[in-house]
């Protein structure tokens, strides 16, 4: 071991050449101390002490490790190549790298992986990461004592920073998390709980690849979202969405009921399913829409399994079908639909109703189709929808207070029933075989 001064004050600076133990009184453990970390022999330095100290440094040909109980607490932390910061075992709890209050991390080089953990945790407020190239991958440990609040992440184009909880991990998330540059930050397994925290992430920066995000919480999404790739990712928490929640890849986006799980789609915000993705619930999960709620890619089918309440938004469907699946109440709604596309109101089963109230209008050459089911409409709904927009081809239109403003085209050979009270100063078009039936004590008032 061998130890000298580098630069003047007001920080004493050491070199530390490995391979030996971080231990003694010897070693530097001061606020005052930036700590650099070398290698002559290859091996890393092993932490088996508590220390603060002013910064650490870790050279390309450097290396940390950290034992049980151990806590090293430093206002930055800079990597300049890859490896791993491990656990190296011992007694008691698992090893901290504590980043102090407005402190940061950072990655300035190295092209390939830097691992922290697994079993170590990384705690912080007011902390910025930084991936200048590579990728940072952090396997926190993960329970109620993994807190973090007001992250900034600084990912360069290309660049990576991975937080891979274990499986049955989970951590709290507090305040406000958001970055900056052309880079991913990738969330893949485990828990986040954010508790009233803000998401705001730019562009296609935060990947949303497994893993569960909250417990019952509620956070708010200003930024971007992107619930990509094959794995499964669920919403237990009750989300505010301004901003765009984007699901893109094939494994989809389970909303779940237990706890119960919730996207509030905000005036100005966008759900939008880029492929022939799904997003579950059951029937138990909820989305609630007041912004736009779009099917953008794919060919195929998507499947929307929470129930669903248009609640003054608009539903989209660029391309393929989209398809609601369980019960829901819909107040005012616009429905465009390309050619070509087609939005399927209710795909459940026939015992599967939705209830209208307001005006529901669209645009486009594709297809609403009211194909099983039940609309209701007992409180007063105006339909006014062009040309041959509107397709019914079997189910029930239901209420005392239906208005047909527009074209609804009875198409196709099954059957279609009116139960209650129709007002039609617009156009029913009956255009093929199937019965139109109106119910006894029902009324259509052309």
């Known amino acids: 071991m061998s130890i000298g001064t580098f630069c003047s004050p007001p920080n004493t600076n050491w070199y530390k050449t490995q391979p030996s133990n971080w231990s003694t009184t010897n070693y530097p453990n001061g606020p005052s101390y930036d700590v650099i970390l070398g290698s002559s022999g290859g091996a890393p330095t092993a932490l088996d002490i508590s220390v603060t100290i002013h910064s650490l440094t870790v050279l390309p040909d450097g290396g940390l490790e950290v034992g049980m109980s151990t806590t090293l607490t430093a206002n930055a932390f800079d990597f300049q190549g890859d490896g791993a910061v491990p656990n190296v075992g011992g007694s008691g709890y698992y090893p901290i790298l504590k980043i102090a209050d407005g402190g940061s991390l950072t990655k300035s080089g190295g092209s390939g992986r830097l691992t922290i953990g697994p079993l170590v945790h990384l705690s912080g407020s007011g902390v910025t990461i930084g991936v200048n190239s590579g990728e940072i991958y952090m396997i926190p440990v993960g329970n109620s004592d993994l807190n973090w609040t007001n992250f900034t992440y600084n990912i360069a184009l290309n660049a990576t920073n991975t937080l891979a909880l274990l499986p049955n991990a989970w951590m709290q998330w507090y305040g406000t998390y958001t970055g900056s540059g052309a880079g991913t930050f990738v969330f893949s397994s485990g828990a986040i709980n954010p508790y009233n925290a803000t998401f705001n992430f730019p562009g296609p920066m935060f990947q949303w690849t497994g893993g569960t995000l909250g417990n019952g919480s509620s956070f708010t999404n200003l930024g971007v979202i992107t619930a990509a790739g094959g794995g499964t990712k669920t919403l237990c928490a009750t989300v505010y969405n301004p901003g765009t929640l984007a699901v893109s890849g094939t494994g989809g986006l389970a909303v779940s009921g237990n706890p119960l799980g ?54 989209e469907v660029d391309s393929g079908t989209l398809s609601l699946t369980a019960d829901g109440t819909s107040t005012n709604g616009t429905f465009n639909v390309s050619a070509g596309a087609v939005l399927n109101l209710l795909a459940g089963n026939s015992g599967q109703w939705q209830e209208f109230v307001g005006t529901f209008t669209g645009s486009g050459n594709g297809t609403v189709l009211l194909g099983s089911g039940t609309i209701y409409a007992d409180y007063g709904a105006t339909l006014n929808f062009p040309g041959a927009l509107f397709q019914w081809t079997g189910g029930t239109l239901w209420g005392t207070g239906i208005t047909n403003r527009g074209t609804i085209t009875a198409a196709g050979t099954g059957r279609k029933t009116f139960q209650g009270t129709v007002y039609n100063p617009g156009t029913l078009a009956v255009t093929n075989s199937g019965e139109l039936m109106v119910t006894g004590n029902s009324t259509f008032n052309n």
């Not at 966008?270 to 619930?281: N, S």
């Open 262 to 315: 919730t996207i509030n789609n905000l005036a100005g915000g966008i759900v939008d399913i880029r492929l022939d993705a799904d997003v579950t619930g059951g029937g138990v999960g909820i989305i609630n829409n007041r912004g736009l709620f779009r099917k953008s890619g794919g060919t195929g089918i998507s499947i929307i399994s929470a129930a669903f309440n248009n609640l003054g938004g608009t539903i």
